[in-house]
């Protein structure tokens, strides 16, 4: 048998601190947003692992989902906290002797805004790309291209638009427009 803490809302109606147990210590934090302590402490009768593994269910990845510590010492999860995991992989923490003690910053996660924070800046990226791809084909496209005030646009092969074409023995020459710089 072994004693363990206890934040539970039976332990809190009985008025005990303590709870005793044949099986395992358990220290849980979920912060349900309610304003309620987000960290539980407590008994599990028997030897169940499977709470231990508590392992997040692969349909609905955007709700709260616990974080638990289990351990079977005496008093074991009284100043301990919950790891939160960071892979998928890894989703539960089994304590049996050495239960690390956590700072409270270490207990919250990333923020869920960071998500759209990345996707805002793929499409900021993707739109100066854009932009700065059709400057380019403009300048481009002006460069090859010739004005001439007396005939109009010149195009990169030296024929002005809109003018007849002449027999092929002459190949065009008559056409050709000459610039002085």
């Known amino acids: 048998m072994i004693s363990c803490a206890c934040t539970t809302?039976?332990?809190?109606?009985?008025?005990?601190?303590t709870c005793s147990t044949t099986g395992m210590c358990f220290s849980q934090y979920l912060d349900r947003r309610d304003g309620s302590d987000p960290l539980v402490r407590g008994c599990i009768s028997g030897r169940?692992?499977?709470l231990c593994e508590n392992r997040r269910?692969?349909?609905d990845q955007h709700r709260s989902w616990p974080a638990l510590m289990?351990?079977?010492k005496n008093m074991c999860n009284a100043k301990?906290?919950?790891?939160?995991?960071?892979?998928t992989t890894t989703d539960y923490v089994y304590a049996s002797t050495n239960a690390s003690k956590l700072p409270a910053e270490e207990i919250e996660?990333?923020?869920?805004?960071?998500?759209s924070i990345y996707?805002?800046?793929v499409v900021i990226g993707v739109l100066c790309f854009g932009v700065v791809s059709v400057i380019v084909v403009?300048?481009?496209?002006?460069?090859?291209?010739?004005?001439?005030?007396e005939f109009g646009s010149v195009g990169p092969n030296g024929y002005v638009k809109g003018c007849p074409e002449h027999d092929s023995s002459s190949k065009g020459l008559e056409n050709k427009v000459i610039l002085h710089v």
């Open 70 to 72: 289990c351990c079977d």
């Open 57 to 59: 269910p692969a349909v």
């Open 138 to 149: 403009f300048l481009l496209r002006r460069h090859y291209t010739f004005f001439h005030p």
């Open 119 to 121: 996707l805002v800046m």
């Open 80 to 87: 301990v906290f919950p790891t939160i995991p960071t892979s």
């Open 9 to 17: 809302l039976a332990c809190r109606e009985e008025g005990t601190r």
């Open 48 to 50: 169940t692992h499977l």
């Open 109 to 115: 996660g990333p923020p869920k805004s960071m998500n």
